[in-house]
Each structure stands twice: as structure tokens, then as C-alpha cells.
């Protein structure tokens, strides 16, 4: 089992920057091992993809996001960030950190084991 906890969520103006964190209650080699990744979800909508990072390193943006969004990870620290830029009214949503031992589809929900219970993201025009 692992547990997940996000946080850095907040209000902000359009054009505004957050960065949200997840930790991870397993070891640091057990970590590594994990691809983790990012969805939203807002009121009325489907959870949907946002990015996500793999055990080697890779990462995957969904496109509205790219180029605004930039994820990383320490393993050592048993954490992933989202760091988002110029964010929009459009990206006001509940941000849940995710985490797969094995992924075949990077941005279907269903592929993720474990789940944080998310960090609310609200911007305002």
C-alpha cells in the first residue's frame, strides 16, 4: 500500500504560478520504481490526464498544458512536483497525484494503483 499526500494547492490570479507536491509513504528505492503522475478533475468533468513522470525519467504533458507545466521528481525525497505557470481559469480543478507500478497508457486513470485525495486548484480572471 501506498499512501499519497498532495499539497500547495490555493487560489490564484489568471497568469499566476503554483506548484504542487506529492509524497509518497514508501521507501526511496521503492519510490524509483513507481511512475507517478497527475489528473484533475473539476465539477461536472471527467478526472483527466495532466502529466505524468516515469521511473526513468520521462515525462508526458496532456497539450493544453505543455509548456506551462513541468513535473519532476526526487526520489530520494520520495516526491513529484507540479510546477504550473500562466495558469488559467480553465485549470481550476481538484489535482490528484497518482502512482502505477506498471503503466501501459499514461493517461488513463484506471492504469494508476494508488491515489492521493487531492489538492484543490482555484484560479480567478
Known amino acids: 500500500q501506498v499512501n499519497l499526500v498532495e499539497s500547495g494547492g490555493g487560489l490564484v490570479q489568471a497568469g499566476g504560478s503554483l506548484t504542487l507536491s506529492c509524497a509518497a509513504s514508501?521507501?526511496?528505492?521503492?519510490?524509483?520504481?513507481?511512475?507517478v503522475g497527475w489528473f484533475r478533475q473539476a465539477p461536472g468533468k471527467d478526472r483527466e490526464f495532466v502529466s505524468t513522470?516515469?521511473?526513468?525519467?520521462?515525462?508526458y504533458y496532456e497539450d493544453s498544458v505543455k509548456g506551462r507545466f513541468t513535473i519532476s521528481r526526487d526520489n530520494d525525497q520520495r516526491t513529484v512536483s507540479l510546477q504550473m505557470n500562466n495558469l488559467q481559469p480553465e485549470d481550476t480543478a481538484t489535482y490528484y497525484c497518482?502512482?502505477?507500478?506498471?503503466?501501459?497508457?499514461?493517461?488513463?486513470?484506471?492504469?494508476?494503483?494508488?491515489w492521493g485525495q487531492g489538492t484543490q486548484v482555484t484560479v480567478s480572471s
Open positions: 497518482a502512482a502505477a507500478r506498471v503503466l501501459y497508457t499514461v493517461s488513463d486513470p484506471n492504469d494508476y494503483d494508488f
Open positions: 514508501v521507501s526511496s528505492l521503492a519510490f524509483a520504481k513507481f511512475a
Open positions: 513522470i516515469m521511473w526513468g525519467m520521462n515525462t
